[in-house]
């Protein structure tokens, strides 16, 4: 077998796709071969002009089977597709013999975890979900600040307003049951990192809860978060350059966490680290599918204290 990883991509006319094939040609990678129902993935060309690309699953499936047979299988399968249907193409992708790397959320909900955990038990093979801030310096910088002083509460704002158009409710993202609504789709990376840097959960409130915005506060171990997202353009701070369409701010103990630079080359650090065998595997997941999941169902307490300031001028 080459050297050379061999990699398909489930997804690849979707926004983040061309993120996996730059990090894939980066590691040293051949993508051999996408699906996507979506024809317009002509980005391809400047990646990988000569994987094959399929619009059907079945046919795809019979490729990679195809491939698996032979001896000259895939080793791993990225995953760009609707986040309601990464459970499902990663079991695929475990029982075509490949090891997973998935975009974030790996699932909608906890129970799906332990799906896919007997799934991998049987495999031989492993899941590896994208949580590039767990990588980015400044996350990194914070995070050792954090446990240098264990004892510590600190006070956590978190606002990301990153705008969308009407489009985006028409879409699959714009649909609780395929997206998981406002917090999962924009906002399950962000849960990952607090809980990366401040520790578990031990209190999970809603304040607000919409199709464009969703605000509550946590408290984990070692910090006291309020949080606020949204999709909407109007909720973008006054002042901001016209052109700017998102606006994403974390201010710990009333100081700003610089982090809007250097994303650049973080999926490509992912896919280094899950090729040395160093991704995110499923218990690093599951807590923050276990915050977004209850952010879905639980009750809306609009008048709490710890709202965040955003929020109030959205309160019932």
Not at 95 to 121: F, H, M, T, Y
Not at 201 to 214: F, G, I, P, Q, Y
Not at 309 to 314: K, V
């Amino acid at each position: 077998m080459s050297t050379i990883p061999s990699f398909a991509l489930i997804g690849a006319g979707g926004y983040i796709a061309p993120r996996h094939m730059k990090a894939i040609k980066a590691v040293g990678g051949n993508m051999r071969v996408a699906f996507d129902p979506n024809d317009s993935v002509g980005i391809i060309d400047s990646y990988f002009p000569d994987a094959h690309f399929f619009t059907e699953f079945e046919r795809f499936d019979r490729h990679i089977d195809k491939l698996r047979r032979r001896g000259d299988g895939i080793e791993y399968m990225s995953i760009c597709s609707p986040n309601y249907l990464h459970d499902a193409h990663a079991r695929f992708a475990l029982r075509s013999g490949a090891d997973v790397i998935c975009e974030k959320p790996l699932v909608l909900n906890p129970w799906n975890i332990d799906g896919l955990a007997e799934v991998e038990a049987g495999s031989g093979h492993r899941i590896n979900t994208i949580l590039q801030l767990r990588l980015h310096p400044a996350i990194l910088a914070l995070r050792e600040k954090v446990q240098a002083e264990p004892d510590r509460i600190h006070d956590v704002d978190l606002s990301y307003i990153t705008s969308r158009g009407r489009w985006y409710h028409i879409s699959w993202k714009g649909d609780d049951g395929k997206s998981g609504g406002v917090a999962t789709n924009i906002g399950v990376h962000f849960f990952d990192m607090l809980g990366f840097i401040f520790g578990k959960v031990t209190r999970n409130t809603l304040h607000l809860r919409s199709a464009e915005r969703m605000a509550g506060y946590l408290e984990l171990e070692r910090a006291r978060v309020r949080w606020f997202l949204s999709v909407d353009r109007h909720d973008l701070p006054q002042g901001l350059p016209e052109a700017q369409s998102t606006f994403r701010s974390i201010t710990v103990d009333g100081e700003e966490i610089e982090f809007s630079g250097g994303f650049t080359d973080l999926h490509t650090l992912s896919y280094q680290s899950i090729l040395k065998g160093e991704g995110f595997g499923l218990d690093e997941v599951r807590p923050s599918i276990e915050i977004v999941s209850a952010l879905r169902t639980m009750d809306v307490k609009p008048d709490m204290d710890e709202r965040h300031p955003m929020a109030g001028r959205h309160a019932a």
